[in-house]
């Protein structure tokens, strides 16, 4: 399912971007008065679908200038979140079957929201139950660790991003061409990430006997830190979290020790000094770091354990080449220690309970 990624990439996108640079999903069924009209957008989902709204929340604030909230669905529907006809909220799932995700679509629709998905299966439930769609479209996922799914569900809030903004008028459109050229090079960047394998092969044989992983990120490089954290921990075992670069001196610093691998993915221009003076402040502490870094970049090997060269793109959209290498990372590493990786203990594909 790694592997399949670059062609399932070219499916979520076909139809969707036009000859002419632009985006075209008709099939969202929003009017531009609609999109005009939100005041506040809600992304809310489980597990790896949450973290995909991490990425697009990122990106719609970016683009659109709305206040987007992130929502563990668990949560949302407990916390008497402020809902009107006004708000947009988004519901990110493969299966579309999930409890808490289903529910908090319910709440929405209740209090005269308008609810949108983002969704892999055609028919489920939430497919069937909210005003507005994206279909996926990466086909049947079988392993309980979510991959392709998690990719076209960036792919496609980034799509909808671009979408929403141009009906909403908040970029022009020549944006609107200079980010579909952008996507268009999803497929392609995503069969050159995969190159990498060999390399992450190697290093997981490092990792996988350490019992503890830190990912850490600014921006965009967090919110896939914390998918990467996740995939590693559900897979192979070993104990990864992820936190914002920012936050290790915290608390979370108490724990790195010499014993500690620290895994950065280091894209964003913007807050690469920052992150590089955090990586620092773990060498000091004797942890093992290994950087995803973008290529062009200048070389962080000699602060760092490993470098793994990752394919260059506009920083907004470096998520989706450098989540397959740390896919790929959780994998090799599982592989190493023998275990049963599309179906690891204790876990479900679909939580359809709360
Ligand atoms: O079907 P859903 O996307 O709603 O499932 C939500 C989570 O259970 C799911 O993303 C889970 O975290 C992944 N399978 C983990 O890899």
Redesign the pocket.
């Given at each position: 399912e790694i592997h399949e990624q670059p062609s399932i990439i070219k499916d979520a996108l076909r139809g969707r971007l036009t000859s002419e640079d632009t985006v075209n999903l008709e099939e969202m069924n929003l009017t531009p008065e609609q999109v005009r009209k939100f005041n506040r957008i809600y992304i809310v989902?489980?597990?790896?679908?949450y973290y995909a709204g991490c990425v697009g929340k990122y990106f719609f604030e970016k683009v659109l200038g709305v206040p987007v909230e992130v929502d563990l669905a668990s949560e949302f529907r407990y916390r008497g979140p402020i809902l009107d006809d006004k708000s947009l909220v988004i519901a990110?799932?493969?299966?579309?079957?999930?409890a808490d995700?289903l529910a908090a679509i319910r709440l929405a629709k209740q209090c005269g929201s308008t609810t949108a998905a983002v969704v892999n299966v055609v028919g489920s439930s939430l497919y069937r139950e909210c005003d507005s769609l994206f279909h996926t479209k990466a086909g049947p996922e079988i392993c309980?660790?979510?991959t392709k799914?998690y990719i076209t569900q960036v792919i496609g809030l980034y799509v909808m991003g671009v979408y929403l903004a141009r009906a909403r008028g908040t970029i022009t459109a020549e944006q609107e061409k200079q980010f579909v050229r952008e996507i268009r090079k999803f497929p392609e960047m995503a069969e050159k990430a995969l190159e990498t394998e060999a390399q992450i092969k190697e290093i997981a044989k490092d990792l996988a006997p350490k019992e503890h992983a830190f990912f850490l990120g600014r921006g965009l490089d967090y919110a896939v830190g914390l998918e990467g954290a996740?995939?590693l921990k559900?897979i192979s075992y070993i104990h990864a979290e992820a936190y914002a670069a920012g936050e290790m001196k915290h608390g979370p610093l108490a724990l790195i020790t010499k014993d500690t691998w620290v895994i950065v993915p280091v894209t964003q221009e913007h807050v690469r000094e920052k992150t590089i003076s955090n990586i620092k402040e773990m060498q000091a502490r004797g942890a093992t770091i290994l950087a995803f870094q973008k290529e062009g970049d200048p070389s962080l090997a000699d602060v760092v354990d490993y470098v793994v060269w990752v394919p260059k793109m506009d920083d907004l959209f470096m998520t989706v080449p450098t989540m397959i290498p740390l896919q790929l990372l959780a994998y090799w590493t599982s592989e190493t220690l023998g275990r049963e990786i599309d179906q690891p203990r204790n876990l479900a594909?679909?939580?359809t309970v709360e």
């Open positions: 989902a489980c597990g790896t679908a990110i799932s493969q299966s579309g079957e999930t995700t309980v660790a979510s799914a996740l995939k559900e594909k679909s939580v």
